[in-house]
């Protein structure tokens, strides 16, 4: 079926997250609600990737109210980077993870999701069972992780039977990462791809540039087709109105299979990451 702005995927059971995401990291606050309102109510965005690090859920929130959809219409992220040092009740990671979701000044999320694996084998344990109780507590629809390398993954799963939802790792044509899509595609996890549009920063790579010239359309409107077709969720993230637009509007046109191989064959592994992609850490 053809993919359109509304397209969802079905991230947990009855847990349905459209496609394409609006991502806020570097939003400045003074910026952050009307860029959210305008990918809400513009370009028509319905599904916002935030996290706690990024420090402008009050902002996302405020868009999400003023936009005057129904919440149920809205897809809400969120991420947490650390569990709290000295808590050895997880009283504390509790309280944080509570307070995550209240930031947004909303009664829950969507998705909240385990920002980086850096904490440690014990971190990312802590942590996860704090996420499945903020689950049955209501407070988020559904869990994840983000930036978990294939031995992460494996290692959640040795010690819970809770799968998660999705794994959001830096993901565009230099840097597939094939062996965590690989085995998300096996477990059934969904791969939500950040930075899909390298920051910018291969706008003028030759290969991209042809295509440009083939579709006429911008390099950043080709690589979110690349995600889309490839069955990722992308991310895009900007606080210029045209641009916003412009990222929504990548469903009048396809790449052939022919152009989708040329995207495919830029792959160049850890060494094409833009961001600090830990998916290696210990
Ligand atoms: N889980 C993680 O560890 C992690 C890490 C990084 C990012 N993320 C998520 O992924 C999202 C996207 O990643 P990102 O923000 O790092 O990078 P990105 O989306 O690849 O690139 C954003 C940059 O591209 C520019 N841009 C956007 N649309 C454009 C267009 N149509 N034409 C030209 N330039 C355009 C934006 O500029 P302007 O804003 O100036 O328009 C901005 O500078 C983040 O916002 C965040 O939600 C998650």
Request: charged share 25%; proline share 7%; hydrophobic share 35%.
């Amino acid at each position: 079926m053809a993919l359109t702005l509304q397209t969802t995927v079905e991230i947990a059971p009855g847990i349905h997250m459209p496609q394409l995401g609006f991502g806020v990291y570097a939003s400045p606050r003074s910026i952050c609600e009307r860029s959210v309102k305008h990918a809400l109510l513009h370009a028509g965005f319905r599904h916002i990737d935030s996290a706690l690090y990024y420090e402008n859920e009050a902002e996302v929130g405020a868009a999400i109210k003023a936009s005057e959809l129904p919440r149920d219409q809205i897809f809400v992220t969120t991420k947490i980077l650390a569990p709290p040092p000295n808590d050895p009740e997880g009283e504390k990671l509790r309280d944080l993870l509570n307070e995550a979701v209240s930031r947004f000044g909303l009664d829950y999320v969507d998705l909240f999701l385990i920002h980086t694996p850096t904490s440690g084998p014990e971190g990312r344990r802590k942590m996860w069972e704090g996420l499945e109780q903020l689950k049955q507590s209501g407070k988020t629809r559904s869990i994840g992780v983000s930036n978990f390398g294939v031995k992460h993954l494996q290692e959640l799963a040795a010690v819970s039977s809770t799968k998660p939802a999705v794994n959001q790792v830096e993901l565009h044509p230099w840097c597939q990462q094939k062996d965590i899509v690989d085995y998300c595609k096996r477990n059934g996890i969904t791969v939500q791809a950040y930075c899909p549009l390298t920051r910018g920063q291969k706008f003028d790579d030759p290969t991209l540039m042809r295509l440009v010239y083939a579709t006429l359309k911008d390099p950043a409107q080709i690589l979110l087709r690349w995600s889309l077709q490839k069955g990722f969720s992308p991310l895009p993230k900007s606080d210029t109105p045209s641009r916003i637009d412009a990222d929504a509007d990548v469903y009048d046109f396809e790449l052939t299979d022919e152009q989708m191989a040329l995207l495919d064959g830029l792959d160049q592994g850890a060494k094409g990451a833009i961001d600090t992609n830990p998916v290696n850490c210990p």
